[in-house]
C-alpha cells in the first residue's frame, strides 16, 4: 500500500481537514490547524507532502520522524500541527487497515469512556451561573470557563474582584461538586496571578489552566507556592520536549497537550506516558473538530493518567458550523452522565462527511482571534 494525495479543505468555523489517500482505496483523515493560522498549517502540510508520496503509511514512526528531524529547523506551532494531522490520518488509515480502532493498535483501552466537560464563557460579563447551570442540567459534572477579561501586569483589585464574583456565581448555580476548570488563558501576568489563584481557593475549582504564559512557565513555582489549586497547562506546547523541562520542575497537576497541535497522536501518546511518570494527570485540549476530538479519545483510551476531555460541541466558535455536521454518525459523540464513550470503529472511530466537508470548503474560513488592548492602547493578551 503506497500513499497516493493529500488534500487539505480549509472548513467553518476555524478548522483545517486533511485527507490523505492511498492506492488501495483506503483514506484517512486528520486535522491540522493552529487557531488562526489555518491557510499557513495547510502550506506546512504541501511541503512535507513531498516526503510522503509513494511511501507506506503503515510506517507512522518512521513517517513522524522523517518529517520532524529531517528539516533542521523543527517544532513550533505550525510545523508540529502539520505533523499532528498527517499523524492522525496515517493512524486513520492504519486502523482501518487492520478493521481496528487505534486504540486497539497502541496496546488496548483501560477505560470505556471518559468524562468530558462543556465551555461557559466568562471573560466578559455574562450570566455564567445560569449558563453552567443549563449546561448541568444537560448532563455534564464539569464546566470550564475563561477567568478574567485582560490585565495588565500589575492590575486593579476590582478586576480581581468581578473574577471572583463571576466564579462564586458559577459555584452557586452548579453546587458543591460539579467540577469548575478555570482557564487564565494566559492573559494574567505572574504578578496577578499569584493574588487570584489565592482568593479562588474557597470554591474549590477543579483545576487552573495556563495561569501565566507558557514562555514563562517558570513563574509557575511561585504560583504553586501561592495556592493549593491543581496547575493545568500545555495546550501551546507542542512536543515531548517541550514538556520534559515543565514535568521536571514538578510545578504542574495537569498537562493539556492538544493532538492536533503536539505532533498528533504518535506524540501525545509518548507526553502523555512521561507525565504518568511525574504522578501528573492528562486532559487533552481541544476546542476543535471531529477528527481532533476522536483523535484525542483514542488517547484518552490508553492513558492511565487522562482523566477528562474538552469538546467543543456547542462552544461559541461553532456558530452556525459544529462538529457533529461533518460527520456521517453523530450518535458516536453522544455524552451519558458527563461521559463519552471511546469510539469503537476502525480507525479514528469516526466517518468524515466527504461531501459536507467539500461543500464547506467552497466556503472557506479567515478565522482570527479578537486582538484585544488595555486602556493605555499596549496590546493585550487574548
Known amino acids: 500500500m503506497k500513499i497516493t494525495n493529500l488534500e487539505c479543505f480549509i472548513v467553518p468555523p476555524r478548522w483545517c481537514f486533511l485527507k490523505i489517500e492511498t ?5 484517512g483523515w486528520g486535522e491540522p490547524v493552529v487557531e488562526g493560522r489555518a491557510s499557513t498549517v495547510k502550506e506546512a502540510v504541501t511541503e512535507l507532502a513531498d516526503f510522503l508520496i509513494g ?4 510506517r507512522i514512526e518512521d513517517h513522524w520522524n522523517v518529517l520532524y528531524r529531517g528539516g533542521f529547523y523543527r517544532g513550533g506551532p505550525i510545523l508540529m500541527s502539520a505533523i499532528a494531522g498527517i499523524d492522525q490520518a496515517l493512524w486513520d488509515i492504519k486502523g482501518k487497515y487492520y478493521n481496528a480502532p487505534v486504540y486497539q493498535l497502541l496496546g488496548g483501552a483501560c477505560r470505556d469512556s471518559i468524562r468530558v466537560y462543556s465551555w461557559i464563557g466568562g471573560d466578559r460579563p455574562s450570566d455564567v451561573g445560569k449558563a453552567a447551570k443549563e449546561v448541568v442540567d444537560a448532563g455534564f459534572t464539569a464546566v470550564k470557563m475563561n477567568g478574567t477579561e485582560e490585565l495588565q501586569y500589575v492590575d486593579s483589585y476590582k478586576k480581581i474582584d468581578q473574577a471572583i464574583a463571576r466564579i462564586a456565581a458559577v459555584r452557586e448555580a452548579v453546587g458543591e461538586y460539579v467540577g469548575i476548570g478555570i482557564d487564565f488563558h494566559g492573559r494574567v501576568h505572574k504578578p496577578m496571578a499569584k493574588i487570584l489563584a489565592k482568593e479562588l481557593e474557597p470554591y474549590r475549582p477543579m483545576f487552573i489552566e495556563e495561569p501565566v504564559l507558557p514562555e514563562n512557565n517558570e513563574a509557575l513555582k511561585e504560583v504553586a507556592r501561592n495556592t493549593n489549586i491543581p496547575i493545568a497547562t500545555g495546550e501551546r506546547m507542542y512536543s515531548r520536549w517541550d514538556f520534559k523541562r515543565l514535568l521536571n520542575d514538578g510545578y504542574v497537576d495537569i498537562i493539556q497537550p492538544d493532538l492536533s497541535h503536539a505532533g498528533g497522536i504518535t506524540e ?13 494527570a ?4 481541544c476546542p476543535l473538530g471531529p477528527i481532533a476530538l476522536a483523535s484525542s479519545l483514542q488517547i484518552d483510551a490508553t492513558a492511565h493518567n487522562a482523566f477528562i476531555q474538552e469538546q467543543s460541541l456547542g462552544i461559541h466558535y461553532n456558530q452556525g458550523n459544529d462538529l457533529l455536521d461533518y460527520i456521517t454518525d453523530p450518535s458516536v459523540f453522544t455524552y451519558k452522565d458527563g461521559h463519552v464513550k471511546i469510539p469503537e ?21 479567515n478565522w482570527k482571534n479578537p486582538l484585544w488592548r488595555h486602556r493605555d492602547g499596549t496590546v493585550a493578551e487574548w
Do not use: W
Open 55 to 58: 511511501k507506506d503509511p503503515l
Open 282 to 285: 492528562l486532559a487533552p485540549h
Open 345 to 365: 470503529g476502525p480507525g479514528l472511530g469516526i466517518t468524515i462527511n466527504e461531501e459536507k466537508v467539500r461543500k464547506m470548503a467552497g466556503v472557506g474560513h
Open 268 to 280: 501525545c501518546k509518548k507526553i502523555a506516558s512521561m507525565a504518568e511518570a511525574y504522578d501528573v
Open 23 to 27: 492506492d488501495e482505496g483506503i483514506v
